[in-house]
């Protein structure tokens, strides 16, 4: 299973932290062991102080015929070291240190089969922290919609069945620190609701 990534993916998002709006989709990879157990915990990393919570659409990728399609949806989180990220962008390095690292993914356990949506149906989600909304948006705000995403990474890699693509995050994006709680939703309805722990051991 391959983990697909696409950054800067909602123009306010990239306004927020600066960023340009893209006139191609960012892509970057995350393993399989960056993947968090079904129920938490969130373990914060002992090597940043600064990881943010993004939450995004998750799309499973179906291939049939010889074709890649989006074949199902669910909400996950892509969590950023921020300030690591931060130092590696002015090296002009890769982020993989800052995304790609263990623990730095979760995937909601339900997914809904795009085919249930009417034609056109935005697919709203949210994240709350603490009880708050702090991120909130649907797929109709994507600069790159998921068939372009595909059509994209798939000119570089091919995609299989049960590859994930996370298809970028809407603004509010912000810290978390140990004692958080992180509920998201999908179409209104609860799909993850995890707590936050403390950085682990620095390695």
Known sequence: MKIICIG??????AKELGN??????VVFLK????LIPLGGPI?????SNDVHHEIELVYSVRRHNGRAQADKVTIGLDLTARDVQQALKAKGLPWEKAKAYDGSAYVG???TALDSFPPGHHIDFMLKKNGHVVQSGHN???????A???AHVERYMQLETGDLI????????????????LEGFLLGDLVFDLEVKGAATPR
């Not at 800067?8 to 998002?13: C, P, S, T």
């Not at 340009?20 to 989709?25: I, L, N």
């Not at 393993?31 to 960056?34: G, L, V």
Request: no cysteine.
């Open 148 to 150: 372009t995403l595909i």
């Open 31 to 34: 393993p399989t062991s960056a």
């Open 166 to 181: 996370f298809t970028g995050t809407p603004a509010g994006v912000g810290p978390l620190q140990a004692g958080d709680r």
């Open 140 to 146: 109709g705000q994507m600069i790159f919609d998921v």
């Open 8 to 13: 800067r993916n909602y123009g306010e998002h």
């Open 43 to 47: 373990v914060l990393p002992g090597f």
């Open 109 to 111: 356990e339900a997914f």
């Open 20 to 25: 340009e709006q893209p006139d191609e989709p």
